[in-house]
């Protein structure tokens, strides 16, 4: 029988799964995702069967749908393995995957049978007429799958465990799950300069349903340290360090804790035992990139530098972080931190070279573009000697209107700058009328008024000024 592909497509756009959760390519570096899931695979059974759907759909963005089948397979494996009595409802997802994948291999009538065994069985689960279905294990599951997509996705990751949350409020997952997606959120948020909710609560009630998931843990010593509590958090990752000595996840956010209370040397050795059990880990290398830019900037401020040091500690900063723009390519923040890298150690050519690099990228999103701006605006200045660069590329970043904490930085060194030259009488028309600029834009209208009057009284014959000050009268 001939399956009419419409009216297959419409019944596949119903199922709950990875092909129906809107997670976009381009949002994620495809390779590094890839050993991210395989890394959690070989340390953490029992998210087991969450990945190996994650990985299909992975595999399927690869374009390798025999190795996508392969990983529902093993997907099934565990749900027979550890669910026997369940093996239905657990199977909703993965045997929606499988309709989908067998839809893109254009092999219909396999396509069908899974969009049939989807249906059919949330009917027998389902208390409903129409056989709709909520379960909270799909839910969590799509918040899980969310999380792994980056910052674009993690307010609906939330949502998601706060929907499974509903029908069982003490699940030790779906706690974990959410605490996680409220970390990312307020992580996000300092990173914006954003209000954020606070996410002590949902970290320390997840620890205490889940005591063995150090994660959690890591995450909580993390936050404490953020609350000016480190020494609370540094009990935490003791704690962890006894219960998981040999987790990289867990390793992961030991090392960070370490590196910003500045022993750096003990976060270096922590990472480095965390990658040699997960070699490729992208979020390790760039980790200790970030180290090695520490340990340089350490040498720096005793003043007293061993050239040889320093070369040293570049070629390895350099290593891990080109390690991370290879792999991960749209990980923007790992561009500015090598160039910032290649900066402390002034060799001011490549540094030049990456800034130019990340800024060509037409992909990059305006908050990051911001951070980058800001920060090729600090290289001009300190690095370069060249103020009129600075604040261009200062300007550059707050002209983007998306409110950030990029921006907000960029606002703030280009007032402080100005309001310096035009204080100590070094100021001229243009400073003043750029500081003027610098109001409009942030909105403070009265004052920009002020500026461009100064600014014309000391040049009257410039017409940007005149028309910019006309323009805002109007706009009052």
């Known amino acids: 029988s001939t399956i009419s592909t419409d009216s297959l497509k419409t019944s596949l756009q119903k199922l709950e799964c990875h092909f129906t959760w809107t997670l976009m390519k381009e949002h994620v570096g495809l390779e590094a995702l890839e050993e991210t899931v395989r890394d959690h695979i070989k340390f953490v059974t029992e998210y087991n069967i969450i990945d190996y759907n994650m990985l ?13 089948l392969r990983s529902l397979r093993k997907a099934e494996e565990v749900i027979q393995k550890y669910h026997p009595g369940e093996i239905a409802r657990r199977s909703l997802v993965t045997w929606g995957n499988y309709a989908w994948i067998y839809y893109h291999m254009q092999r219909y009538e396999e396509a069908q049978t899974y969009a049939s065994k989807v249906e059919n069985s949330c009917k027998k689960l389902s208390s409903t007429d129409h056989g709709k279905i909520q379960l909270p294990e799909i839910d969590a599951e799509q918040g899980w799958a969310l999380l792994r997509f980056g910052r674009n996705y ?23 799950g959410y605490a996680l997606a409220m970390y990312r959120l307020k992580d996000c948020a300092t990173w914006y300069g954003e209000k954020a909710a606070p996410c002590l609560e949902a970290l320390e009630r997840a620890v205490e349903l889940n005591p063995k998931d150090t994660t959690i843990l ?31 996840l867990f390793l992961r956010h030991a090392a960070i804790f370490y590196r910003k209370k500045g022993k750096v040397d003990k976060a270096v050795e922590i990472l480095q035992k965390a990658l040699a059990l997960t070699p490729n880990s992208i979020v390790l290398h760039h980790q200790l990139g970030l180290c090695y830019n520490s340990k340089i900037f350490q040498w ?29 390519p ?10 910032n890298t290649y900066a402390l150690g002034e060799r001011y050519e490549e540094a030049e070279e990456i800034f130019q690099e990340v800024l060509q990228r037409n992909d990059l999103p305006c908050d990051d573009k911001q951070d980058i701006y800001f920060n090729y605006g600090k290289f001009q200045y300190f690095h370069m000697k060249s103020e009129s660069k600075a604040i261009e590329y200062y300007l550059e970043g707050l002209k983007i209107p998306k409110d950030s904490y990029g921006r907000k930085r960029c606002s703030k060194a280009l007032e402080t700058l100005l309001k310096q030259k035009i204080e100590s009488g070094l100021g ?32 009257p014959s410039n017409e940007e000024y005149q028309n910019a000050l006309t323009e805002l009268q109007l706009s009052i």
């Open 154 to 176: 993690f307010e609906r990751a939330k949502n998601c465990f706060e929907n499974a949350l509903k029908s069982e409020p003490d699940n030790p997952d779906f706690n974990a």
């Open 218 to 248: 890591a995450l909580l010593a993390l936050e404490l340290q953020y609350l000016n509590r480190s020494d609370e958090g540094e009990r935490y990752i003791e704690e962890g360090l006894q219960k998981t000595p040999d987790f990289p």
């Open 330 to 339: 749209v990980f923007f923040s790992a561009y500015r931190d090598l160039a």
């Open 300 to 328: 720096k401020k005793r003043g007293c530098i061993p050239q040889n040091e320093v070369e040293n500690l570049l070629q390895l900063a350099n290593f891990h972080l080109k390690r991370v723009i290879d792999k991960k």
């Open 56 to 68: 299909s759909y992975v595999c399927y963005l690869k374009n390798s749908n025999e190795e996508a």
């Open 428 to 459: 001229d028309a243009t400073d003043i009328g750029t500081l003027g600029l610098v109001h409009n834009l942030n909105g403070k209208k009265q004052e920009a008024i002020k500026c461009y009057k100064k600014a014309i009284a000391l040049d």
